[in-house]
């Protein structure tokens, strides 16, 4: 039996075409044997002399524009409409010469990406990257042991058209895949990369500069070495410290400068500093030293090696970076029931506190919570007297009814109890479904808060958590006196402070909602099946709006030829048969209206039964006008024979 053989493969080349009118090449000229550097209007000669030399007089009438130039590297920034990209790619490749010099063009292939931050498109930004800058943050990256989805190195074929745009599809997914990863997104690697005018400045040279001019007056501090990268934010940084008479005893110094939400003065914001050190709570870990200027803030803690409660659910180092700790960690898994019930009501004790004593906090996430034993205490109290923005603030800042602080806490908390339960944080705000977990206990409180529902409704207080059965029956054995006593007239500037971080919160919330209602409602109007649904009604409009108006038409054509019959008959036309003439007859009534029933036959009559002539409207005459003007024709009329009196007659 013969055996059919496959058929032979066949294979297709496809070109993808760009859409966009203009394209921009990156071009350097190379001049091995140095001499005169040429200005832009030589360089723009160089170019068009170029594309004569190949394609003659049509090549050189080709609009090509320079749009930057830097006569130091004799790089440049080329625009030419994308029917004539080949033929400038081209001239400029075959190029040799330069007022009888050597030369060389060379093309580098860039990238133009468009940065916004926030929803207003006023707050945007271009910056220029070749496929090298991506393949360096994706090395510096490395250390997070993601995986992320760098298109690969080619080294032959790589300025082809095709795989230039296969390239810039798989460079957009990447930096989709960098920029929605939490942790990612906010380090200074990323932020560098696609802001670097923002991000530019040194900030652990700036800190050192500020640590040793405040050593100048308190000589018994000495810098061990800096924690580099420990934590999360790019303006804060961390150097391990030792007291010169205590060398063996480690403290950590934390300096950090004033944030978005500082809305204290500068001399409220010294005093309330400067106060955190009296600060005496079970739940509150130990300041040492506290002090504040009108730039920066620094306070002094002890160092503890076991770290913080991030550290110990991903089983990390507190001296590792934080791209290496918490990115990608090795073992997933959650605390025990008792860890999660315990931990959890003494960080609600402690919130509970500052929410009584009035004073803002909003930071609460895992990195915040130091472990001393079996104890949780809350870190960073500076955080919210400086300003700074929230871990956790591209979450809750897209639900408008979290527009409180003690809300913020609330939302902070659910991250920090799902952290706890499942070892991981959770994958999207809100969060629609919850894998097995500990206690159905647990689980309630999570949906209270994580929900789609809890963002809807709004955040439940610190109270009500704390009367959840999951937390109910927790004993708490620490009989530490909490001591934090607040001047009336700082009690007065916290609470202004407080209003202004929420009022500026409802009003980000605002823009964002508003944003979202209108790009929803873009890309509703957009789609396919609208398009088809506007197409189908705009078909219908104009069939019934062209009935309409033949019916209308219609109307007035036959109401022009009633009219215009009853206008124009005679009385005594020919198809109608003349009545008998009366002499004596000098007008003729009116025909009475139709009476209800018919009456009696009256009696013969000798007058000419007529109709009166009723006046038709303005309307009506002009179509009986337009209508007779329609219908005339030539051809129909008659001969008339004339009589021409008008000659003398002799007789």
Known sequence: MARAEPPAATFERRVLRSAAEHHYLRVRLELPDGGARPSVAQFKQLVVSALRELHGE??????????????????????VVSSGLVKLWSALTLLGFYQNRRCAFRVLQEYIIRVQRGVSAENSWQIVRRYSDFDLLNNSLQISTLSLPLPPKKLIGNMEREFIAERQKGLQAYLDVITTHHILSNCELVKKFLDPNSYSVNYT????????????SEPKWEVVEPLKDIGWRI???????????????RL???????GPDKYLSDKDLQYAVKLLS?????????????????????????????????????????KDPFLKKYCNPKKIQGLELQQIKTYGRQILEVLKFLHEKGFPYGHLHSANVMLDGDTCKL????????????FYRSYFSQFRKINTLEGVDVHCFGHLLYEMTYGRPPDTIPVDSFPPAPSVFVVSVLESILTCEAMKNGMPTVSRLLQMPLFSDVLLTNSEKPQFKIPTKLKEALKTSKECIEKRLTEEQKLIHQHRRLTRAQSHHGSEEEKKKRKILARKKSKRSAYESGEEHSAKYSNSNNSGSGASSPLT??????????????????????????????????????????QPDVSASRGALLSSIQNFQKGTLKKTQTCDYSAPRIS
Request: net charge positive; glycine share 2%.
């Open 278 to 318: 009296s600060c005496s709570h079970p739940y509150i870990y130990k300041i040492t030293f506290a002090t504040a200027n009108e730039s920066s803030a620094l306070v002094i803690r002890p160092f503890s090696e076991k770290g913080t409660l991030k550290d110990l659910i991903y089983k990390a180092k507190p």
């Open 573 to 614: 036309s020919p198809s109608s048969p003349t009545p008998p003439s009366t002499a004596g007859a000098s007008s003729i009534p009116p025909a009475p209206p139709p009476p209800p029933l018919p009456p009696a036959a009256p009696p013969p009559s000798t007058e000419v039964p007529t109709q009166p002539n009723p």
């Open 205 to 216: 040279e700036i800190a050192l500069q500020h640590v040793s001019m405040f050593f100048r």
């Open 252 to 258: 950590m110094l934390s300096w950090a400068d004033p």
């Open 379 to 390: 870190l960073d109290l500076e955080n919210s007297l400086l300003g700074l923005p929230s």
């Open 235 to 249: 303006r804060k940084k961390y150097f391990l410290m030792k007291i010169k008479n205590q060398p063996k005893e």
């Open 58 to 79: 049509v090549g050189a009438a080709l609009p090509v524009d320079v749009l930057t130039y830097e006569e130091k590297t004799l790089s440049a920034i080329l625009r």
